[in-house]
């Protein structure tokens, strides 16, 4: 039971962790658009 | 290759990205020639095999850092630069910065996370075992970010596509096309942004039924320095990912929030005097600027003692125009931003003297101040600048056309018939809008 329970929740926690550096990832290229848009917007 | 190179010199610390991600690549090349021999014994093949996928992590942090600054640059060349030719350089440098580090980043930390894979699966994924399934679960993980990495690559180059489409087009044309340009990347940016999710999704589900079915295979010993090795792990990654998720949201929280529309034209920094709240039909000229308040004057944001210095500045103008422009005629053109209760007796005089001085086809500003609250940005101030031109005559003029507009087209309007500014530039604008040319008429 505890092999299995601990690769259970190494597999959940590695998928999280994938999950959440996808989310980072595509926040942190979309924020490339925000300052093109500032940009656009002006001064 | 040499073009990757100018890519990445154009933004701030590019090179420094290049020669890193040179250096993780030749690394991983050499740990994965190594475990191919096999003549590295344990525990240094483990110790090298982290050290190899450790360094991998120099690529996001350079190019992180990188793509920092270019946006500290963008900021600067909006909020702080002064000199036009430096607000130039620093904002093309921002812009190229982001936009060619970012390409170069997915395709160098798949070259190296790929060739570190290959080395990691030689020394540990030949025998069946907990260090296999863990190889084959992180090695399908990262499969699931091809989607993303695809669009993330699409998306940047579809961008550098488009800036180097806009060179011959149209500058008023260009923040239409740029706008569209990240519409339509963004739609399907975050359509492949969802289906490596989905995939993610499905590879750990996947993964979660496997590791459930599966049969113990190693001896007791064995299998709890693996659960505690599994345990210890699952913490750092939930740990990690509970910092990535901290750390997106002020950037979800920007990137979720609409922009409006781009600024139009030529821009105008100052919307001072007052002027009344209307909306031109056309739009500002590059030209003079006069701003006129009751009681003072000021030519191109420099305060002016009296109408006759104005003149005699505005005539240095004229002569200059025609310097830079020998092809062409004198534009006659001047921007004049008015103050809305501005009286006639002084708009007459203000009027009189461009005239005086050739300036005959000026134009009414109205600018306003915009504010925009953004989640990251804080405050954002622009100046909203439209205008309506107009044809100035005086009673000169019609007598030596004997015509009362003076040789000019459209409606007449005449300065006497109001009171103030504000009653006059509404009739004005009201006229443009309605696509009719207005001369108006300064009398004596």
């Known amino acids: ?43 | 290759m040499g073009a990757l190179i100018d890519s990445l010199e154009q933004g701030p610390h590019g090179v420094v990205v290049g020669v890193v991600a040179l250096v993780v690549i030749a690394a991983q090349v050499v740990v994965s020639l190594k475990a191919w021999g096999r003549a590295v014994p344990e525990p240094r093949r483990r110790r090298m095999h982290v050290l190899a996928g450790a360094s991998i992590l120099a690529l996001p942090v350079s190019a992180g850092i990188a793509v920092h600054a270019a946006r500290g640059l963008i900021v600067y060349g909006l909020s702080a630069a002064t000199d036009p030719s430096e607000k130039a350089t620093v904002l093309s440098s921002g812009i190229s910065g982001q936009i060619n580090i970012i390409p170069f980043l997915v395709m160098t930390i798949m070259v190296a996370v790929a060739l570190w894979f290959v080395g990691l699966w030689r020394s540990y994924g030949a025998e069946r075992g907990p260090a296999r399934r863990a190889l084959v679960l992180y090695g399908l993980l990262a499969v699931g970010f091809d989607a993303l990495a695809l669009g993330a690559l699409r998306w940047t180059t579809a961008l550098i596509k488009a800036f180097a489409g806009m060179a011959g087009v149209e500058p008023a044309l260009k923040p239409r096309l740029l706008e569209r340009q990240l519409a339509d990347g963004r739609i399907e940016l975050e359509q492949l942004a969802r289906a490596s999710r989905w995939t993610l999704a499905g590879i750990t589900v996947a993964c979660l039924v496997l590791a459930l079915i599966l049969r113990r295979d190693e001896d007791a010993a064995a299998e709890g320095r693996w659960a505690r090795r599994r345990g210890a792990v699952s913490l750092a990654a939930l740990a990690l990912a509970a910092v990535l998720f901290l750390a997106a949201r002020p950037m979800r929280a920007e990137n979720a929030l609409p922009w409006p529309p781009a600024g139009q034209g030529e821009v105008l920094l100052i919307a001072d005097p007052k002027a009344p709240d209307l909306e031109g039909p056309d739009e500002i000229e590059r030209a003079p600027v006069v701003q006129v308040w009751a009681d003072k004057l000021a030519l191109d944001l420099q305060p002016q003692d009296d109408l006759d210095a104005m003149k005699s500045i505005l005539q240095t103008l004229r002569v200059n125009y025609g310097l830079l422009h020998p092809e062409g005629g004198f534009n006659r053109v001047a921007d004049l931003l008015i103050g809305e209760g501005v009286s006639a007796d002084r708009l007459k005089a203000v009027l009189r003297a461009v005239h005086d001085v050739e300036y005959t086809s000026p134009a009414f500003v109205f600018a306003r101040e915009e504010n925009l609250d953004r989640p990251t940005f804080g405050r954002l101030r622009r100046v909203h600048v439209t205008a309506a031109r107009l044809k100035l005559i005086d009673e000169y003029d019609a007598e030596a056309a004997k015509d009362p507009k003076g040789g000019e087209e459209g409606t007449l309007v005449r300065l006497a018939d109001f009171r103030d500014y504000g009653a006059l530039a509404r009739r004005i604008v009201a006229l443009r809008a309605s696509g009719a040319a207005v001369a108006l008429d300064l009398g004596k």
């Open chain 1, 1 to 43: 039971v505890s092999a299995r329970l601990s690769r259970a929740v190494l597999v959940v926690s590695c998928g999280v962790l994938a999950l959440a550096l996808g989310e980072f990832f595509l926040q942190w290229v979309l924020y490339t658009e925000t300052f093109l848009r500032r940009f656009l917007f002006g001064a």
